[in-house]
């Protein structure tokens, strides 16, 4: 069980789990790969690290190069997307090691005789499996057991280019690193109900509708439109208006009610059109380099075709009916949750599969996956990798609102992201403290967080009582803190009406047609259109690291820099926190550490020019009223 | 690779690079684990920790209790000395599952009879694996069907004492502890040069000499002698006074160039007498509760016997001389190091393994290893583990002064205790930051520490300027520091003469007979005495946990506290660090973090009871003339 290796690879990074999961990066990263190797005694090592696709059977080779107290690193380029594989190799260079102590040997004026006869034999048996070149020189050099020639530069660089293949030593192990696109990073959603994108008040929207808005959310900046389940909605136990036991007719009750006899979760509700019409909604995003999220949502209404074809797919009462969906004492009759554990399940997870693949080939490459947490895990591990197997461009977005731990194994089980517990993240200390987990902690090798600032079910306490104010502050925090950042649609127009004492939306187009005035008064959606471009304009901002929090002396004023890793791109970030009065207060920037130098030209993108500044201490105030936040940029002097 | 495991085990505490290598405690010991346990979705879970000595069949188990946050914790005793396993198991409750939810239903007046009678068929089904009291409650209660039989504590208790086998899923893996006896950690040493021992200058002292001061030095409190080689010394190329090139008549040469005519590393230098002799030593120290730690240097003079026998286990030249031991420009003419990686490296390893058996058959259980870092890392995991097998309580001492990582992969091999760098740390942000590594870094879980105040090779700068104060604050540093420590002969008596710019010691006993005055003026005997007298005492003294730095204003104060886990043994320890000044300055003791509240009183061991202290702020004056330290004992008022 104790490693026996004469040499010794440890604490190797990145890695997550000690290499039982995965890390995470994006095609084009170069994976910095560092880990302690060393030897006893004396001798001088020489270190590779081994990569290749995990696919694929050739390692590739780059040399590592020693950065002091045992400390190796090197880089590989990922080319390709998908499961990668790495490793450590190391060997003592037993020529280098005779060379050094010859050379402090000639140093100290001592004889060499001995040590040059030692020198010629390595040099020759090096040369018996080099070739070339360094063949020739080494076989010279061995002959002529010379003192200039064997510790000759270029004869020890022919020898290190030879080592002995007896002398190496492979780790154990392969550690492994999953490379996405770079959306899985880096990218701004909008939440799109399509019910309610149209004009016509008691009707779904259609896709066409839909479609209608996409060029305004092109101009908004945002990268991917999300869609809430498109699928045909159940009518027995369907829900009324605001989550109400008993609907209306013509209630359309909630979408995650999936499946009637018009079809499942291969279908697309009738009145939001065809599966044409959806094709054609896909087709019209990806025209404006935008792309389209659908919602995979395991679970169905009484009238899912599966309930009819499958029932074994289902949990059951001791009398044989199926059991609706229950957190007691809540109750969810309109849902029948599917036993994902049954002996019968393996059908059901070919199935799930089946759905994910049928809407890749629809053109969909991202899925927001609704409550995986309440799923088994060993379901995730085997759906992603099969969809990757088909599809590796593909992202899953997980909505795990649950505790930490499980949080997190979703992602170490795959998702490309997750979304976080940002909404709740509110005062200064929490804010730093919970970013200073994500960007700095060891989750950032595998959970890439998508900051979303209200959903259908979170319409924060904050921006019910905060308002204008509120949403601006928020939205700035979210594209400014994580690389990913959502919101759904009513955010842009201040929408903050809820149920009472609730986190709830009042008549939620969850469960209701709503038509929406999408340029009513107070809308903020030239501060987001501005903030997403600002988002696409600087490195800075497009990952979660090069994140440091800077001195505020007001309690209600957040203040961080953000920064690229050459420090090429750097901002300082200011959120007044209050959204009910004006906070101001001494603030420090630390140019220098920054990279600016001591003085530094200071351009608010959100504002104005603010000139030259000197030194590290200087003043912000900022109203609410006005602008709660700037986004300062920051060039050298 | 990736876990399929439907319940997750992640980040189990204690481990060593997540569990390569196994954590160490001492017998008597709990192993205290924790891990992260946590399943998907609403499921009640339950946790068993397993463990077994490594080379034992039969796993015994205890219930792990939840912390919160998906944290669990148990723990097991270490009942012998060797290997421990250790593994987790959990699985879901389903019967306390199906109870959570049935009651909320029954707190909620919700129709509860379906879920009766799933309750009965799960309470039916457990009965049929469960026997006596449990299978009759059990199938009683499914018979009723009834709400107060099947949701009865006594009903849930009996269930969950039958869990179900296939709900079981265990730890992919085991973890590892390895027990040693409290020796390993704790212990007071003192290092004797027999041939200095004697009386008569001019020739070796004896045995017997040596069996004289032995009760002098149970006096002082030392737990364990430990003897540099005792071997015959070779008398080619044998060193002289001052480690100089050529010895004199009569010179004894250095006791590393192991081997002569008359014997090697089983043999006894006939100048201390004969194994026989030896052997009454070693019964004179265990008759005052002493131990004795015998020197293992795996290296040869050039007339070790084995150079003739076996001349295959050394290093040669190209004209077939061996070679002996060089570090460019230093040469060691007298010493011949052993080849450990060459092929016929097989027979020289269990050779060493048989002078190992050879000491411990005379009554050694301690090895203080010379320089294990300059050999091969595998071998000591095959030595170590050998010796075990037949000797599970011999403490390994590694004299590994080089880099920190290998130092620490030694000690991950399985070293007992490890020198350290503690003769360079002086400074107090020095110490500070040393002792945060060792007291509370992650190599607290395998990496003992033992302080040795100086050696044979080690005259620390500090003690040859500072005197007879820096022989006491370094003695108290040391003691009171770390659990276990150690003093090189000479030590007591504040010798500080060194060979000039170096630590050398002047006219060492490594290279002479001499004859010492052991109760010469200005000894520190009593102190060394009262120390270890108080180290026996307090508990808090005998772990590196417990240790935390207070604020001691004055730059050249150190102020700690140590205390035992329980807080029932709580010192304060301050140390003048300048040796030629009074130092004096304001201190903070915190009762209330220390268990004390906010009054407790206060007793210098090291001289008077100072009385009761109110509050944290106090004043503290060290005059290194008087005394340069104070080991307060506090104790609540």
Redesign the interface.
């Known amino acids: 069980?104790?490693?026996?290796?004469?040499i010794?690879f440890?604490?190797l990074s990145p890695c997550v789990?000690?290499g039982?999961?995965?890390v995470k990066r994006e095609l084009g990263d170069p994976v910095e790969v560092e880990a302690?190797i060393?030897h006893?005694?004396?001798g001088i090592l020489a270190a590779a690290l081994l990569h290749r696709p995990a696919a694929t059977r050739r390692w590739r080779e780059v040399p590592m190069r020693e950065l002091g107290?045992?400390r190796w690193a090197a880089e590989f380029p990922l080319e390709s997307l998908g499961l990668h594989e790495f490793a450590l190799a190391a060997w003592v260079d037993a020529f280098a090691s005779w060379r050094r102590?010859?050379e402090?040997?000639q140093?100290?004026g001592?004889d060499l005789s001995?040590d040059l006869?030692?020198g010629a034999?390595l040099a020759a048996a090096i040369a018996a499996r080099a070739s070339g070149d360094d063949a020739a020189l080494l076989r010279a050099a061995a002959r002529s057991a010379d003192a200039a020639a064997l510790l000759a530069a270029e004869t020890a660089a022919a020898a290190a280019r030879w080592p002995d293949p007896k002398a190496r030593q492979r780790s154990e192990r392969n550690w492994?690193v999953r490379c996405e696109r770079p959306r899985a990073r880096f990218g701004s959603w909008y939440e799109m109900f399509p019910r309610s994108q149209g004009t016509v008040p008691g009707r779904s929207a259609t896709f066409a509708e839909c479609e209608a808005r996409l060029p305004e959310i092109a101009a908004l900046g945002f990268d991917v439109v999300y869609l809430p389940p498109i699928h045909p909605i159940g009518r027995t136990k369907r829900k009324g208006r605001n989550n109400s036991l008993v609907a209306a007719p013509g209630d359309p009750g909630s979408p995650y009610a999936i499946g009637s006899e018009q079809g499942g979760h291969d279908a697309v509700e009738p009145g939001l059109g065809t599966l044409a019409d959806f094709d054609r909604f896909v087709a019209a995003c990806h025209a404006l380099q935008m792309e389209v999220a659908l919602d995979f949502a395991i679970n169905c209404s009484p009238d899912h075709p599966w309930v009819r074809e499958h029932p074994e797919w289902f949990f059951h009462?001791?009398?044989g009916t199926i059991k609706y969906a229950?957190?007691?004492?809540k109750r969810y009759e309109d849902i029948y949750p599917l036993d994902l554990?049954a002996p019968a399940s393996e059908s059901l997870w070919r199935e799930l599969l089946r759905v994910l693949v049928f809407w890749a080939q629809h053109g969909v490459r991202i899925f927001r996956v609704d409550n995986p947490?309440?799923?088994?895990?060993?379901l995730w591990?085997?759906l992603l990798d099969q969809v990757w197997a088909l599809y590796p461009d593909v992202i899953f977005l997980s909505e795990a609102f649950t505790?930490?731990?499980?949080m997190k194994?979703l992602a170490k089980?795959?998702f490309s992201q997750s979304y976080t517990y940002f909404t709740w993240r509110n005062s200064k200390q929490e804010l730093a403290d919970y970013l200073a987990e994500l960007a700095l902690g060891p989750s950032r090798q595998y959970f890439r967080p998508n900051f979303f600032v209200n959903t259908p079910d979170i319409l924060p306490e904050g921006l019910q009582r905060g308002g204008r104010p509120a949403f601006l502050s928020r939205m700035v925090l979210a594209a400014t803190l994580s690389p990913s950042w959502g919101m759904y649609n009513g955010f842009e127009l201040c929408e903050n009406r809820s149920l009472p004492s609730s986190e709830e939306y009042a008549d939620s187009e969850k469960y209701e047609f709503k038509v929406w005035d999408w340029n009513r008064p107070g809308n903020i959606k030239d501060a987001i259109a501005r903030v997403n471009q600002i988002r696409r304009q600087h490195p800075a901002l497009q990952r979660i690291e090069g994140l440091r929090f800077l001195r505020a002396d007001n309690p209600q004023m957040l203040l961080y820099a953000r920064f690229s890793r050459d420090l090429a791109d750097v901002l300082v970030v200011g959120v007044n926190l209050d959204p009910f009065a004006v906070q101001h207060g001494p603030i420090e920037i630390p140019g220098p550490d920054l990279g600016l130098g001591d003085s530094f030209t200071v351009e608010d993108l959100l504002g104005a020019p603010r000139g030259l500044w000197r030194g590290q201490h200087h003043y912000l105030r900022l109203d609410p009223a006005d602008s709660p936040a700037v986004i300062f940029h920051l060039r050298p002097a």
Chains 1, 2 share one sequence.
């Open positions: 069980m104790i490693s026996s290796a004469a010794a440890e604490c789990n000690d039982a999961f995965p302690d060393f006893h005694g004396h107290n045992d102590a010859a402090r040997k140093a100290a001592q001995s006869l030692e034999a492994t009462r001791p009398d229950e957190n007691p004492p554990e947490h309440t799923k088994p895990f060993p591990s085997w505790r930490p731990k499980p194994r089980l795959g």
